[in-house]
């Protein structure tokens, strides 16, 4: 007999981790439903006609793709066996795995576009899969937790993009983090006033490794990638960068002379300050960063990207505004706006932080304990009382011997027991053991009820 | 451009639904966590070593399976296709979406038995998927909702069971319902006194026809399925079985003189009575029924099978004792005994006889609507005002028409409407506007955030 085993890059939650996972879940659900967020859900399958060409080439190769049911090969002829694998797939898959949540909510709108009430704001939790290789703090199958509005170009909702990753990563108690805010038009604006305008991607992969190996080896990359020494010169100030939001934006702002979409990028950013200034909080962990490009990808206004200081763990959350997702399925000018929390590295940091609070679990309050056949009889009855007052009660289900019964009760941490002989039986009552102090007292089951708030 | 799609069998869940679902959800999770079971969760996606051969032949063929990522035909040779699909699969899939969660379970269990605290209680509520022909009420991606306790032999299972089926079915409204019991060593008990040990499943089959075709028929049925008129002449008192629950199970003592099994297996269910009875309730609800079978599949004890009565929609719950589970994972030894809800059957019910609540939306409380960009700046600081006491509240985020605001509020049932022009900008003050009475008042913050509810 095989030992049995898990497919590579997934993961079984025990009830020790799912209460633990439900904490972070639950804190994000409230925060988005305070701001007006709904709840949702697509299926994990979807036809690949709606996943393919979503995610680029690499992301095609990533989807895991479903084998039709029944005789997939009915319909397939030898010579589409030597057309090799790629040429194969279509012909005898035609549905994969979502490969994350923001497409299968554009199909959504899309469909039911007749039905919602613009701008609409839903919120979504559930697992994606990416055939990606595994390795530490990535998976194959992994919970996403999503919100975003469509329906309005307004940037108030990047605004509460902003105060919602603040307020998600305080109720989970991550105290040092940054937010890092940045807009596709100030990248497109670089591009433009650099004359290398369609090359914002080559640009902000050079500037983002600035930190890490100096100014001197990123003009050589970017030599490498195209840029003229023309270029170059134009984009030195923006490379030396420096100071708070104000001064950034203030270079900036003379860099856009000659570029319209460099200065809406700027007041968009600026914008979303005056918004979050008006909300009366300080925003002492946002920041500018002009580096910022999350792949691009299908983002065209502002993106944005979290990551945890003082813990060497990638970033805990990211989004941005994307003007045409839906038009990949003929609905165009609906723009979107949105932000994804990663579950499994919120999770990494509380743990290396010592973040999770001691009470996660939903244990059961008291554990009832017989040991012979009467008092199991009773003990049903005990059971039933605890039961019809709401708590969470468990009768062990043999009469054993005392110490295996503790011995349950202390590896599922439930803090009181009730043993019960004879003389218990015969007046009705328990005896309460803490098992914490190792205390135990007779007493009815009322007083059990009321005075240890069981 | 092509018109996107959900793949046949699949659904998307708007928030209305996923509000009316989670309704469902949490009455399930309540329950079970009273009774001490604790939430877990395997992936998706399981290797199809652990799946295959565990549903019969039927279910392997309705696993879906999925394609392995890369060049999947790198292995496989060209005579490999001509021989048919069946024999391609596997060299060309290795994984597979779970198709109930007992399996998944019970490969956990295997994998971390020297982790767990036996007798081992959890709950799951996640999605499966069977590549089933999809029809009213049938997906092919549903979620289940299952219980299971490991590790033990006690009937208590049994009798919580039943009780779990009672209590969910009354937090949700279904007051006509029935649980029908039966028990699988009955059923042999059956097959063996008649002469035709092995022939359960058709005996069963046979016997739960008797209310549509009638005696004559279920005895042709018999005869077809090889039982001989001797086997009948015993079979018949039991054809006849009728009577509440003392006078079935005399008869049955009676017929059961000769077969150890079948004594047993009425033992086990007089326990479940006695244990009942001691809880202190009545079971109006329960009904011993001998022909009830549930495909037997890997059930070797008790059987359970819940109907809503009244209503045209299949079984609401079903589940049983299985002894041999873990055996296919190399654990031999291990019984378990479990109970599954379907949501979908659940909903269908609830939604029939109008039973859910009008209130199951967690809706925004208040909407903040703005007629121009100063009232806008005004609106963001009311709005922080609400979110900070925790409200869920929402700023339209565009200073646009009133009337389309409010149609906003009404599409989304926001019972209030926070209005803002200049004079309350002035002092600080919302004008509140309740959309059901259209009742419209001036005040401070304060006053609606005391006053209201809200």
Redesign the interface.
Known sequence: ???????KG??????EI??RR?FIFNTIRQIF????F??????????L??LTGKYGEEGD??L????N??????E?Q?PD?ES??KK??PK????G?KYDLTVPFA??V???RH?L?F?F??YQIQ?V?R?DRPQKGRY??FYQCDAD?VG???L??E?EIVRMIEEVLAGLGIESFVIKMNNRKILSGLAQIAGAEGKETDLAVAIDKLDKIGIEKVREELVERGFTSENLELLLPVLNLQGNFEEKTSQLEHLFSTSETGKQGLAEVRTVMT?LA????EHPNLELDISLARGLSYYTGAIFEVKATGVQIGSLSGGGRYDNLTGA??LPGVSGVGISFGVDRLYDVMEELGLFPENT??S?QILITALDDKTF?YG??V??LF?EN??????Y??PVKLKKQL??AN??NIPFVAVLGSEEQANGEISLKNMLTGEQKRMSIAEAMMSYEL
């Open positions: 007999m095989q030992k049995p085993s898990l497919p997934t993961r079984d939650f025990s009830p799912m209460y439900q439903e305070r701001y007006g709904q709840p949702m859900e697509t299926p994990a399958l979807e036809n006609s709606v190769q990533l895991f793709k479903i084998l049911s029944g005789d997939f090969l009915s397939v030898s066996f090799g694998y194969l797939t005898i898959s035609e549905k795995l199909r959504f899309v469909m039911n039905l009430a701008p704001k839903r697992p899969w055939a194959r199958e509005v309005t170009d307004s108030l909702c605004a918004y008006n909300m009366g909080f399925f003929g679990a939903v059961t009889a049903l009855k059971l039933s039961r709401g708590k969470r009660a468990e009768l289900p043999e011995d349950y590896a599922r």
